[in-house]
C-alpha cells in the first residue's frame, strides 16, 4: 500500500524590497501585507505549509537602502517565511553586515558554499531541516560567484565559481543526510532559471533532489520545468505574485507522487490585509517620506530603461551626465546598475535613489583607440544578447556604433563623427565594479592602462554626480533610441544599432 502525505510549499524570489501595493486598473496589487494575508490564509487552510523565499530580499525600495537592510529584515521577521536563502543583492552592504543582519532574523538563513578561503569554514548555516507532520523535509541553499559582485571584490570570502562545484557540493549534504531517512529535498538556488536546468541535469538521482526553487533571473514560468526528475520553478519578481506548490509526497519512495503547481495573483481578490503588518511597514514610509519626499528635477517626459542589454534613453542619459560632469572623453555606465525600468516626468529623491541604489566611485582609465574598440567588441559579442553574460554599457554622447551580430564586427564605430585613432588616448570613465573586474568585462587589463598615463578617482560618488545634473538641468529628455541606418534598413534581421546617440541631451 502506498504511504503519502502533502505538504503545501509557499515560495518568493527577488522580492526586492517590494513592500508597498500598487493601484493597477483601480485594483490593489503586491505588497507584503496582501502576501502576508495570503500566506496566513494558505497555513490555516492548510498545516503542511512551507514559505520559502529564493534569495534577493534586499534593495529596490528607500525603506531597505535608508536602513541598510536592517528594515527589511523586521518586515521579513512578521512576514516570518519559514526558510530563506541568500541572494547576490543580500552582500550588497557587506559580509560583515550580512552577517549582523543575520542574527536579527527569526527565521533561518541558509546557504552552503559562502566560506571563508583561508580555512574553508562556511558562514552561514548551509542546510536547514523542516520536521513536518513526521517528515523531515531538506533545504540546501546555493548561489555561486558568477551572480555576486561584492565577493569578487573580497580577497578573504569566496564562493564556488560554477555549477559544477555547486553540484558536488549538494552531494555532500544528501550523501550525509539522506541515511537519517530525508522524506524530500528541496534546493533554493540564486543563480538564475537557466542555470537551474544544468545544475538539476547534473545531480545524482540517487542524492534524491525533488525540487529546485530558484531565483536571479526574474523568470515568470506558465507551468515547471522537469529536468533529470527534478521539478524547477521561480516566481518572477516582487510580491505581485506568490507560487504555489501542492505535493503529494511518496513516503516510501521519498520522491514526489503527484503536485499541483501555479503562480497565484497577490491582489485584493485572492489575498486579504495583514493589517498588522501594513501598519508596521507604514511607520518605516512615514519616516522615509520625510527625508525621500522632496523634488530633484522635472524631466520633459518619462525616460524608460526597460532592457539592461540594449541602449535606453535613460541610460544614454546618465552616461552624458557624468561624461559631462566629470569632463571625459567617454563614459561606460553599467546598465545594471540603474534599476527602474522608468524614470519621470517627476522625479523625486525617492524614485533618484530607488533607481541608482549604488554608490560607488567612478575610475578614469587612458585607453587607445584600438583599446577602446576592443572594450566595446567585448561587451557587444553574443552573450550579451542571450541573456548569460549581462555586463553591457550605456555609452556617452559623441560615440556612434552599429554592431553586426552576425558578423560579430563594427559597421560603424566613430567618436565625435570621426574614426577612432588607433593611438590616440580617449578618457574612459568606469565605475568601481566595474573597474574591478577590467578583464573579464572589457578585455583590458589594468596594467595596460596604466601604460597610457594614470588611472584615478573622478569621484567617490557617481550619484552624487547624477543628482547634482539632474538638479542643475531641469527638462531633460532623450530622443527615442535606434537611429536607424542603412544597415538595419537593409538587413534588419542581421543588424542591431547599438549606442547610436551622438546628439547631447536635449532641452524641451
Not at 526586492?16 to 500566506?39: C, N, P, R, T
Not at 542546510?127 to 580577497?155: C, N, P, R, S, W
Not at 544544468?198 to 540517487?206: E, G, N, R, S
Not at 542571450?386 to 554599457?393: A, D, I, L, Q, V
Amino acid at each position: 500500500m502506498k504511504h503519502t502525505k502533502k505538504i503545501t510549499i509557499l515560495h518568493s524570489n527577488d522580492l526586492h524590497g517590494d513592500f508597498l501595493a500598487e493601484q493597477v486598473d483601480e485594483k490593489l496589487v503586491g505588497g507584503v501585507s496582501m502576501l502576508s494575508g495570503y500566506i496566513e490564509k494558505v497555513r490555516a487552510e492548510q498545516p503542511n505549509t512551507i514559505y520559502a523565499i529564493a534569495g534577493d530580499m534586499f534593495r529596490g525600495s528607500v525603506i531597505d537602502s535608508e536602513y541598510k537592510g536592517l528594515s527589511t529584515i523586521e518586515i521579513m521577521n512578521a512576514l516570518a517565511p519559514d526558510i530563506v536563502t541568500i541572494g547576490n543583492h543580500e552582500v550588497d552592504y557587506g559580509i560583515a553586515h550580512l552577517l549582523f543582519i543575520e542574527k536579527c532574523a527569526n527565521f533561518p538563513i541558509i546557504n552552503a558554499n559562502f566560506h571563508i578561503r583561508t580555512n574553508n569554514k562556511r558562514l552561514f548555516q548551509p542546510f536547514y531541516i523542516a520536521h513536518i507532520d513526521g517528515m523531515k523535509i531538506l533545504f540546501i541553499g546555493i548561489i555561486t560567484e558568477d551572480v555576486l559582485a561584492q565577493t569578487k571584490m573580497d580577497k578573504v570570502i569566496g564562493s564556488f565559481v560554477d555549477i559544477c562545484e555547486a553540484a558536488e557540493e549538494i552531494g555532500r549534504i544528501c550523501n550525509t543526510y539522506n541515511p537519517i531517512d530525508i522524506d524530500f529535498t528541496i534546493i533554493l538556488t540564486h543563480i538564475g532559471f537557466e542555470e537551474d536546468k544544468k545544475l538539476a541535469a547534473m545531480l545524482d538521482p540517487a542524492w534524491g533532489v525533488d525540487v529546485i526553487i530558484g531565483g536571479h533571473s526574474h523568470t515568470f514560468l506558465e507551468q515547471p520545468v522537469k529536468v533529470n526528475d527534478i521539478l524547477i520553478v521561480q516566481a518572477g519578481t516582487g510580491t505581485d505574485q506568490i507560487g504555489r506548490f501542492d505535493i503529494m509526497v511518496d513516503t516510501d519512495l521519498n520522491a514526489v507522487d503527484t503536485y499541483t503547481w501555479s503562480t497565484v495573483p497577490i491582489d485584493e481578490t485572492h489575498c486579504p490585509r495583514d493589517e498588522s503588518l501594513e501598519n508596521f511597514i507604514m511607520h518605516y514610509k512615514d519616516l522615509t517620506d520625510k527625508k525621500y519626499g522632496r523634488l530633484v528635477t522635472r524631466f520633459a517626459r518619462k525616460l524608460e530603461h526597460p532592457s539592461r542589454i540594449q541602449e535606453t534613453p535613460l541610460g544614454s542619459l546618465v552616461a552624458d551626465a557624468l561624461q559631462e560632469s566629470l569632463g571625459i572623453d567617454v563614459m561606460l555606465m553599467g546598465s545594471g546598475a540603474i534599476r527602474s525600468y522608468n524614470l519621470g516626468p517627476v522625479v523625486l529623491y525617492s524614485d533618484f535613489t530607488e533607481c541608482f541604489p549604488y554608490d560607488e566611485a567612478v575610475y578614469m582609465l587612458p585607453v587607445t583607440g584600438e583599446q577602446l574598440t576592443r572594450m566595446i567588441k567585448r561587451f557587444l559579442r553574443e552573450e550579451a544578447f542571450t541573456g548569460k553574460h549581462t555586463e553591457f554599457y550605456q555609452l556617452s554622447q559623441g560615440m556612434h556604433v552599429v554592431w553586426s551580430r552576425s558578423g560579430q564586427c563594427f559597421k560603424e564605430l566613430t567618436f565625435e563623427g570621426k574614426p577612432l585613432g588607433a593611438q590616440q588616448i580617449y578618457k574612459i570613465g568606469l565605475c568601481k565594479y566595474h573597474y574591478s573586474s577590467l578583464k573579464p568585462f572589457l578585455d583590458i587589463t589594468l596594467e595596460e592602462a596604466e601604460a597610457n598615463g594614470r588611472v584615478r578617482v573622478l569621484a567617490t560618488s557617481y550619484r552624487d554626480v547624477i543628482e547634482e545634473y539632474f538638479m542643475t538641468h531641469q527638462h531633460l529628455t532623450r530622443p527615442p533610441s535606434y537611429t536607424l541606418t542603412e544597415y538595419t534598413c537593409e538587413l534588419q534581421q542581421f543588424y542591431v544599432p547599438i549606442l547610436t546617440h551622438p546628439q547631447t541631451p536635449i532641452k524641451a
